[in-house]
């Protein structure tokens, strides 16, 4: 859990806002990162968390790399033994 909450501590402070220099952006690039929590109703010990980082190009191109665990009925149960799924996902706006 401490690296949980190092890792978003840390990602936050490296986020480094830019500006768009020109019109026509939805969203300006640069770092951002995240998190999310699935919390299954039906199997708690399906339970899930994702921590992802996000960079964003001015053409609208991104890159993502993130981390998925299971979490099983809170976050304070971690199965040491599983590692999780680091996962990289690439975005190319034409």
Known sequence: MKITISALVLGLLLITPTLAEED???TLPGWSVGYK???DLDKDEDSK???FGKYKEKDGTS???GWDKKT???L???NEDEDGVIFFEQ???F
């Open 72 to 74: 099983g009925t809170n």
């Open 37 to 39: 929590f699935n919390l």
């Open 63 to 65: 890159y993502k790399l």
């Open 91 to 93: 975005e190319i706006k």
């Open 49 to 51: 968390l994702r921590l």
């Open 76 to 78: 304070n149960d971690w």
């Open 24 to 26: 026509g952006f939805s």
